[in-house]
């Protein structure tokens, strides 16, 4: 086939535009910002572009004032109607692939950047799909919608699919270091993209096809969804065998080969892992595959919240109180530590099930100021002192933010379900560990 027009030569002389304005889409943004390039930021939602263009970040990753730096450089920010993307060189895609409630992708905002590019696609651009979806989304239904242009992916401008591997919240994670895949739909495509990249990353990974580097991104989460299952599972067992699961976990981690330390907790939360590995669940199903690892993992960590709702029960069952008329506390809704994205969080089942058991619930979290449960009933987050007073306190998120010595030391009766209490000394029949029974014996 021949190979589109490339328009421009020299990686850093290119113009950006960077559709969706998140936890992805933003630092990518800054990055090629930060690199010399112009870029222009794209988002549907006008509070989100308000919020940016007003120098203020919504994401923990991205400083204030390394926001104020961009804005000051090359980043400028539209809503779609405003936006300029025929006068972009390259388009990257970063918006949500959620789920439906029966665990169906959702390419809804997918395909809607999608037709937005449409209307604007000009012969030599390159256009980047970077949100994680199943194997065939690009050069399926993606490039159908940016086809119903006129213009033909391969022959007219290119198409690849760039995964993010960003851990929000681990400045690691985030370096030039860590490497960026990338496929196309053509050699030449996959070269160009590959080199768009290296201004941003240090180590970028040509592969053969935009599916090839589709199901290594979900490859990567199901990986971690299924060994956190594994060990979610192993928490349930030494419970009954009176094990200690982080003992067991932390003597196996000692093996410098073979062994990857994966750690139990109430469930799991966030954008990804909740929700990718149900991408490539539903495509196997179209290959008539059954992925039974990504419904077992799926079974046993969204059983995890119920679970920590028995813990607590049991744990003020030992004080002689019922979970009905407690008044249980919640330290941390976010999904994970010392960050404010609370998306997916297992605490809102956590909190649904113990109020649809009859208790009243109060929760902290320095970082998530309000928040909604399973239920739809939305909490703001009260003093710690509130939390610590209560009935019992259920260890959800454990942030440095929170001084956990203090929680100890006062707390009457603790259900830790991360492992926090480990290192602090706490008083028998005090802590109700998950995976691992009472302190104390
Ligand atoms: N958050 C992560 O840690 C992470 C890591 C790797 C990959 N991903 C993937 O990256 C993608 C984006 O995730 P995120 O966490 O950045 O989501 P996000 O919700 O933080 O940001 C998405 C942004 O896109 C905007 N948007 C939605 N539809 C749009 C449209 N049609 N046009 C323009 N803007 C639109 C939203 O307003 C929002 O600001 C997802 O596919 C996710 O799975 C996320």
Redesign the pocket.
């Known amino acids: 086939m021949e190979e589109p027009r490339t328009a421009v030569t020299n990686a850093t002389d290119q113009r950006i535009a960077v ?8 630092p990518l943004a800054i990055a090629f910002t930060e690199a010399g390039l112009r870029v222009e930021g ?4 006008a509070r ?1 572009v308000a919020e940016l263009a007003a120098g203020r970040s919504p ?1 923990d990753d991205i400083t204030n004032d390394r926001l104020a730096a961009a804005l000051a450089g090359g980043l400028s920010l539209a809503e ?1 109607v405003d936006a300029h993307l025929a006068d972009a060189d390259v388009i990257f895609v ?4 959620p789920i439906t409630r029966s665990k169906d992708p959702d390419l809804g ?2 395909l ?2 999608g ?2 590019i449409r209307d604007h696609l000009r012969g030599g651009q390159l256009i980047v799909l ?4 199943f194997p065939g989304t690009t050069s399926g239904p993606f490039r159908e919608e940016l086809e119903r242009s006129g213009l033909v992916a391969g022959r007219d401008f290119d198409l690849a699919f760039a ?6 919240g681990d400045p690691a994670s985030a370096s030039k270091g860590v490497p960026r895949l990338v496929g196309a739909t053509t050699g030449a495509a996959t070269r160009r993209a590959a080199a768009l990249l290296r201004c941003i990353n240090d180590n970028v990974i040509e592969l053969s096809s935009p599916d090839a580097a589709e199901l290594a ?1 979900l490859l990567e989460n199901v990986f971690r969804n299924v060994n956190i299952a594994l060990v979610n599972q192993l928490a349930l067992l030494c419970e009954r065998m009176g094990l200690d699961v982080w003992e067991v976990i932390d003597a196996a981690a000692t093996k410098p080969f073979g062994f990857m330390r994966f750690t139990p907790g109430p469930g799991v939360g ?3 892992i909740p ?2 590995p149900y991408y490539l669940a539903w495509r196997a199903r179209e290959f008539d595959f059954v992925d039974r690892f990504v419904e077992l993992a799926g079974d046993i960590n969204f059983a995890m919240p119920r679970h920590v709702v028995d813990l607590v029960a049991e744990a003020l069952n030992e004080r002689g109180k019922a979970l009905r008329g407690a008044r249980v506390g919640v330290l941390g809704v976010a999904f994970k530590p010392n960050v404010r ?1 609370a ?1 997916n969080s297992p605490a809102a089942d956590v909190i649904a099930g113990m109020v649809g058991r009859g208790a009243t619930v109060v929760y902290h979290d320095p970082h998530v100021p309000t928040f909604r449960d399973a239920a739809g009933t939305t909490y703001e987050s009260q003093p710690l002192d509130e939390v610590v007073g209560a009935d019992a306190v259920v260890v959800v998120t454990a942030h440095r933010a929170v001084d956990m010595d203090a929680v100890y030391g006062r707390a009457d009766l603790v259900v830790d379900t991360v492992n926090s209490s480990a290192t602090r000394d706490v008083r028998p029949r005090q802590v109700l560990r998950l995976g691992a029974g009472w302190s104390g014996g």
């Open positions: 559709v969706g304005l998140g936890y992805v889409g933003l794209v988002d549907a939602n989100r994401i779609p970063c918006v949500p692939t905002p997918v809607a950047a037709a937005l970077q949100s994680t979806t995964p993010e591997r960003v851990n929000p991104k966030g954008h990804c929700v990718d994205d998306r």
